[in-house]
T-cell receptor, first 110, second 114 residues
Framework: SQQGEEDPQALSIQEGENATMNCSYK?????LQWYRQNSGRGLVHLIL?????REKHSGRLRVTLDTSKKSSSLLITASRAADTASYFC??????????FGKGNQVVVIP | NAGVTQTPKFQVLKTGQSMTLQCAQD?????MSWYRQDPGMGLRLIHY???????DQGEVPNGYNVSRSTTEDFPLRLLSAAPSQTSVYFC?????????????FGNGTRLTVT
């Protein structure tokens, strides 16, 4: 299996600022997904980008995918205190089997 | 819809005990899976199922059994608990068994093995 790896591991920003996280992976993928996890809860799906897509938007989220560099980025614009969470990238290596990165802790300071 | 429901929320076991973690979904999803989440290691796939009667191993299947007799339920059995199985366990489901669809997660079961 392959593991996504997020960078940076922890991020602390002021409310209203943008937050950017990067994810790298090792082998070819079908798609790449980003999830959010609030403390003590399950993961919530944010966005899925397929291997033939380069950019995708959903509300304040923007995801890019560069398959030549095997990397993806997640941008959260105009952050809010409610965005405080851990963010995970996950690569689909077939049949919905996801390989997750170690996660990115984001703290948004009001 | 309740989504994915996991029980219990917390469990403490002694080494060698067995137990079953329950998972049920009411979305008629074909695909279900179990992950464990350990500090600093992200989530790792234990077992998955693409439909009733069909199961397969994930990345870390040793020490765990699964079965899928109905579309709705996908229990995870620990045969003889070990301290290394102390973790948070998440069940997830998806409408597509072929991939390319998001996973819906339960809220997890926090298991401690002493």
């Amino acid at each position: 299996s392959q593991q996504g790896e997020e960078d940076p591991q922890a991020l602390s920003i002021q409310e209203g600022e943008n937050a950017t996280m990067n994810c790298s992976y090792k082998t070819s993928i079908n798609n790449l997904q980003w999830y959010r996890q609030n403390s003590g809860r399950g993961l919530v799906h944010l966005i899925l980008i397929r291997s033939n897509e380069r950019e995708k938007h959903s509300g304040r989220l923007r995801v890019t995918l560069d398959t030549s560099k095997k990397s993806s980025s997640l941008l959260i614009t105009a952050s809010r205190a409610a965005d405080t969470a851990s963010y995970f990238c996950a690569t689909d290596y077939g049949n919905n089997r996801l390989a997750f990165g170690k996660g990115n802790q984001v703290v948004v300071i009001p | 819809n309740a989504g994915v429901t996991q029980t219990p929320k917390f469990q403490v076991l002694k080494t060698g005990q067995s137990m079953t973690l329950q998972c049920a979904q009411d979305m008629n999803h074909e695909y279900m899976s179990w992950y464990r989440q350990d500090p600093g290691m992200g989530l790792r796939l234990i077992h998955y199922s693409v439909g009733a009667g069909i199961t397969d191993q994930g990345e870390v299947p040793n020490g765990y059994n699964v079965s899928r007799s109905t579309t709705e339920d996908f229990p995870l059995r620990l045969l003889s608990a070990a301290p290394s199985q102390t973790s948070v366990y998440f069940c997830a489901s998806s409408y597509s068994k072929g991939g390319g669809s998001p996973l819906h997660f339960g809220n997890g079961t926090r298991l401690t093995v002493t």
